[in-house]
C-alpha cells in the first residue's frame, strides 16, 4: 500500500454540516439506523471495526483491527482481474458518548482523490443515524471517462451501506 494522501483538503468532513471544498462532487446521505444506546454500539462498533464495508460486499486489507487516525487501508471490489483497489488512509476517528465514525482519504494510486466518514450518531431522542459525507474527483483516466456515473454508484454504495449496518446492528 502506498503512504502519500493525494489531496489537499484533508480533514474537511471532521465536522458535521462543514462546506466541503470546492471543485469536487459532494455526497451527503444520511439515514436513520434504530434507537437506543445498544443500537448507537453495535453500529458504532460495525461502521469502526470494519464488519459494515465487509457485509457490504468489500474485501478490505487494513493494519489495524479498528479505524485510528494513520491506519492504512485498502478496498476492493470485483474479482480476479477485474478487481478495483483503492487505497486510502484514516485521517479522523471520533468515539465519543453519542458519535463514533471515521474517515479514510485517498492516497496515491486511488481513482478518486478525496475524503468520506461514515459516523453513527445518538440525538436526544434517542434516534440513531448512519450519515456518510464524502468529497470526490477522479484520479484516474476510467474515472473521468465514467463521469457522471461515479457520484451515481457513490451513493447507491452509500445507501447500501445504510441498509447493510441497519442489519447488524439488529434492526432489520
Avoid at 448507537?40 to 462498533?45: K, P, Y
Wanted: with cysteine; aromatic share 8%.
Amino acid at each position: 500500500m502506498t503512504s502519500k494522501l493525494n489531496y489537499p483538503e484533508v480533514g474537511r468532513t471532521t465536522v458535521p454540516g462543514r462546506a466541503l471544498p470546492a471543485g469536487y462532487n459532494h455526497l451527503h446521505h444520511r439515514v436513520l439506523i434504530g434507537h437506543g444506546r445498544d443500537v448507537l454500539q453495535a453500529a458504532g462498533a460495525a461502521v469502526t471495526g470494519w464488519r459494515m464495508h465487509r457485509a457490504a460486499g468489500v474485501r478490505m486489507r487494513t493494519t489495524a483491527v479498528r479505524a485510528e487516525p494513520g491506519v492504512a487501508v485498502e478496498c476492493a471490489i470485483g474479482i480476479g482481474p477485474l478487481r478495483l483497489t483503492a487505497p486510502c488512509e484514516v485521517v479522523w476517528s471520533s468515539y465519543q458518548p453519542d458519535r463514533i465514525g471515521f474517515a479514510y482519504g485517498t492516497r496515491n494510486g486511488h481513482p478518486e482523490c478525496g475524503e468520506e466518514s461514515f459516523v453513527v450518531e445518538m440525538g436526544p431522542d434517542k434516534a440513531v443515524w448512519f450519515t456518510v459525507t464524502a468529497f470526490s474527483r477522479p484520479s484516474r483516466w476510467y474515472t473521468r471517462l465514467a463521469g457522471p456515473i461515479v457520484p451515481y454508484l457513490q451513493l447507491r454504495y452509500a445507501r447500501h451501506c445504510g441498509r447493510t449496518l441497519r442489519r447488524l446492528a439488529g434492526c432489520g
